[in-house]
């Protein structure tokens, strides 16, 4: 069955350390997306790629990185410049126009 | 810029009483709207949509119609059972440029039973 794959599903870092979460999609879809969710708030747009090679900023862009190398894959990077780092990541994919969006089911990174 | 704004919870009903969680939009032109649905540490999941003006998604029970003019798409559920608690999102994706789906903030509902 195609899908959307986060992993792992659960994280712990030590604060200072970059950490890459990954994204991986069988879905064939070229836009892919990155979300935070915080306890009690809706979700805030990270970054996200409508092509390969190619990505934009969201809303909270700083202290992140990605990459987008495979129309497959869309890993996120957590660097120790994110302060506040702790919280419930999401990745979602779509074939665009307006189409629905597919989740993962999260990786919940916390960091101490 | 695009917004979302919905009913804030929490939203506590018993079993078999009448939902609703309201929605509204603000969008350059003419946006998809969604519901979704998330149960407890799991990602979204769509529960329904509508593309156009006066469309009724629906899914699972649940009901949603795309109000142009009242900018509108509040869920509604005749009869929510035990297993319909989760939160609730309602998105929007404009049809215009970058098509960056905006939520709402989130409407957590319980149904005790």
């Known amino acids: 069955d195609g899908g959307i794959t986060q992993s792992p599903k659960y994280l712990f870092r030590k604060e200072g350390q970059n950490v890459t979460l990954s994204c991986e999609q069988n879905?064939?879809?070229?836009?892919m997306y990155w979300y935070r969710q915080d306890p009690g708030q809706g979700l805030r747009l990270i970054y996200y790629s409508q092509i390969v090679n190619d990505f934009q900023k969201g809303d909270i862009a700083e202290g992140y990185s990605v990459s987008r190398e495979k129309k497959e894959s869309f890993p996120l990077t957590v660097t120790s410049a994110q302060k506040n780092p702790t919280a419930f990541y999401l990745c979602?994919?779509?074939?665009?126009?307006?189409?629905?969006?597919?989740f993962g089911n999260g990786t919940r990174l916390t960091v101490t | 810029g695009d917004s979302v704004t919905q009913m804030e919870g929490p939203v506590t009903l018993s079993e078999e009483a009448f939902l609703t969680i309201n929605c509204t939009y603000t969008?350059?032109?003419?946006?998809?709207l969604f519901w979704y649905v998330q149960y407890p540490g799991e990602g979204l999941q769509l529960l329904l949509k509508?593309?156009?003006?006066?469309d009724k998604g629906s899914n699972k029970g649940f009901e949603a119609t795309y109000r142009k003019e009242t900018t509108s798409f509040h869920l509604e559920k005749g009869s929510v059972q035990v297993s319909d608690s989760a939160v609730y999102f309602c998105a929007l994706i404009s049809n215009f440029g970058n098509e960056k789906l905006t939520f709402g903030t989130g409407t957590r509902l319980t149904i005790i039973p």
């Open positions: 979602a994919s779509t074939d665009r126009g307006g189409s629905p969006l597919h």
């Open positions: 969008a350059t032109g003419y946006p998809s």
């Open positions: 509508a593309t156009k003006a006066d």
């Open positions: 879905l064939n879809h070229d836009a």
